[in-house]
């Protein structure tokens, strides 16, 4: 046997909102709104601030800097720098500021008024890489020297020319690097030179007066004010390359 249900009939306005008849009169039902959804701009300038997936990817299709590319998002490499040139180091530079210190008579300072330090951490590791392979671990002990040297032969040289000295510590710093050229040179060729005797001592002194008159060349040629403190700036040169070649003879 069926039970029977009541059920009233259900009306649907044009509004939208269905509504149930009840003993004649009709109450309205409500329905459930759509969750919160944040405003959508515009004319936002922000491609991912309008929410729009489409729109962004038009607009980001080119290649990096504006402009439209083959492949959507791939940047051009064509145009770029070397990575070296980047980082400040140019091997041609560096070559032509080394060749100049072979000539020991007449070093070229037209290529040291533009200073680097690439060059000189070069040579500073050929040195210690020939003095490691003497047996003698000094990696600390050049790289203490040589910053001294630098401040040394810095404050010496502005204290003798005065208000016109324009020596900066990066030039100084630059040329004594690359004048080590000649010591680095002598701890090669001590490597197959007796380690007591008189020739060693010899070929060392051949090799500090090279860098010592190397040095004080470019010193007066690249600063003004020390062409008239020549023989005192040589000395102090001397002094310094004189304590490089000492942890090569010794």
Known sequence: MTKEFGVPPVVFPSGGNPTVAVGGNTQQRRVPTAPFQPPRPSNSGIPFMSFEVGSA???TSGPIGGGAGPIGGVANFDDEEPLLDELGIHPDQIWKKT?????PFRANPTFHKDSDLSGPIFLYLSFCLFQLLA?????GVILGWIVVSSIFLYVVFNM?????GNLDLHTCTSVIGYCLLPVVILSAISLFVPQNGALRSGIAGVFVIWATRACTNLMVAVADGGEEHRGLIAY?????YTLFSLLVVF
Do not use: P, V, Y
Request: glycine content about 8%.
């Open 57 to 59: 990817a038009a607009t």
């Open 160 to 164: 003798l020319a005065g208000r016109h």
């Open 135 to 139: 047996g003698k671990i000094q990696f």
């Open 236 to 240: 102090a040169c001397f002094l310094i």
């Open 99 to 103: 060749k100049s210190i072979l000539n």
